[in-house]
């Protein structure tokens, strides 16, 4: 997959098919989108995702940073599902300020020779957000790209929206999560070395530390999977504060003890895929306390995961 990061100054010569958006979430009415640009390879199109990065929402200051799917995640995810040219376009006050009907002239169409744009309904982009399928469609023929208007997919009557998936994973709805998702929601990240206190307790754990814009759930417990290479292991994982080696300051840890694995994987990339919220964090009296509720966690998520696909 190719990657135009951190520049407005490109040129493909292959013509494309464009799903247009800010994909945060990666949800179940992103992935109709993609769907479409994806259908468009048999015509000879590529696959292009357009994107931006940093969102405007977060530009003009009606977000808090965090994001349900960091940028190495939608990398990751992106080229999985087959997307030939990944598109993070620089958004500043500079480039927010570019008229839509510009902005659809110089990058959709010229830039990255565009002949198909599925867009969602609540599109906006350009000057003012004034950019949406309406003004996609006007500007068609002139063009010479076909749009497709993707209404939001529904579940049970609730639009998917990153904003309502937002309210979900802040809620600890796990499995609801995974409905809008399509997967269950996903921690990418390194395993790091951490204070070995697993080891001691009997349950070892690999750790990884999420980036700082990473949407985290609740602090607690989770049943979960972790894929090592492809492959999807049971575990149960902890979400909580952990001191830093440097001195009192805390981050947060994604620690998970893998059931049935056996091996190093320091330094590995894995995701950590959380199906159900097990309980909240919690203070015990003593370690032996800790351990036994600590055996009955593994227990009951064992038990969950292995009744999850």
Do not use: W
Not at 276 to 305: G, M, N, T, Y
């Amino acid at each position: 997959m190719e990657i135009i990061s951190e520049s407005i100054d490109f040129q493909l010569n292959r013509e494309t098919a464009i799903a247009i958006g800010k994909f945060d979430g990666v949800h179940v009415g992103h992935r109709r989108l993609l769907e479409e640009i994806l259908e468009k390879k048999k015509d000879g199109l590529e696959a292009c995702v357009f994107t931006f990065d940093v969102s405007p929402a977060v530009l003009f200051g009606f977000g808090d940073g965090k994001v349900l799917t960091t940028r190495e995640e939608k990398r990751r995810i992106f080229k999985e599902l087959g997307i030939d040219v990944l598109v993070e376009f620089p958004m500043n006050f500079q480039t927010a300020a570019i008229p839509a009907e510009d902005f659809a002239r110089r990058y959709l169409s010229g830039a990255l020779c565009g002949r198909f744009i599925a867009a969602g309904d609540d599109l906006s982009f350009g000057q003012y957000g004034k950019g949406d399928a309406k003004l996609l469609q006007r500007l068609s023929t002139e063009l010479e790209f076909d749009v497709k208007t993707i209404s939001k997919v529904e579940i049970d009557g609730i639009p998917a929206s990153s904003t309502y998936v937002r309210s979900l994973v802040e809620a600890g709805r796990m499995e609801e999560t995974s409905v809008f998702l399509g997967e269950p929601y996903c921690i990418d990240g390194t395993v790091v070395h951490g204070r070995h206190l697993g080891h001691e307790l009997g349950f070892p754990t690999i750790n990884v530390l999420p980036q700082e814009d990473k949407l985290l759930p609740p602090f607690g417990v989770y049943a979960s999977k972790v894929r090592i290479e492809g492959k999807l292991y049971a575990g149960i994982t902890n979400i909580g504060k952990k001191p830093t080696v440097s001195g009192n300051s805390a981050v947060t840890g994604v620690e998970t003890n893998l059931f049935d694995y056996d091996g190093e994987l320091y330094g590995r990339e894995v995701q950590v895929y959380l199906h159900h919220f097990q309980r909240p964090e919690q203070k015990f009296e003593s370690v032996d306390a800790l351990k036994q509720q600590i055996a009955r966690d593994v227990e009951e998520c064992r038990q969950f995961v292995e009744n999850t696909v």
